[in-house]
Nanobody, 123 residues
Framework: QVQLVESGGELVQAGGSLRLSCAAS????????MGWFRQAPGKEREFVAA????????YYADSVAGRFTISRDNAKSTVHLQMNSLKPEDTAVYYC????????????????WGQGTQVTVSS
């Protein structure tokens, strides 16, 4: 079992940067692949980034590749999403997710979800 709590969402101007954090409970954090997803108003939840259990493999949606960086600190049971060069289309509620085993780009593959943190990018 793992409980996830996101933080760091804020209002930011286009071109700015923001760092999201996800804190996980339990001692088994390192056994979970982690992912970030987002959902904008009127749209379905979409994949943003994923990271393997040891942090050695990272994957990004084409829309954020080169701008966002996912990382994890297993000693602190946290995962982060560094967001640079933010665009208005990045506005969404961002969710942290965990799955037992490998990372995945499919939301249905994840077992645990945080409640989300709002990111708003103004033009």
């Amino acid at each position: 079992q793992v409980q996830l709590v996101e933080s760091g969402g804020e209002l930011v101007q286009a071109g700015g940067s923001l760092r999201l954090s996800c804190a996980a409970s339990g001692r088994t954090f390192s056994s979970y692949g982690m992912g970030w997803f987002r959902q904008a108003p009127g749209k379905e939840r979409e994949f943003v980034a994923a990271i393997s259990r040891g942090g050695g493999s990272k994957y990004y949606a084409d829309s954020v590749a080169g701008r966002f960086t996912i990382s994890r600190d297993n000693a602190k049971s946290t995962v982060h999403l560094q967001m640079n060069s933010l665009k208005p289309e990045d506005t969404a509620v961002y969710y942290c997710a965990a799955r037992a085993g490998l990372e995945s780009g499919l939301s249905t593959s994840y077992d645990y979800w945080g409640q989300g943190t709002q990111v708003t990018v103004s033009s």
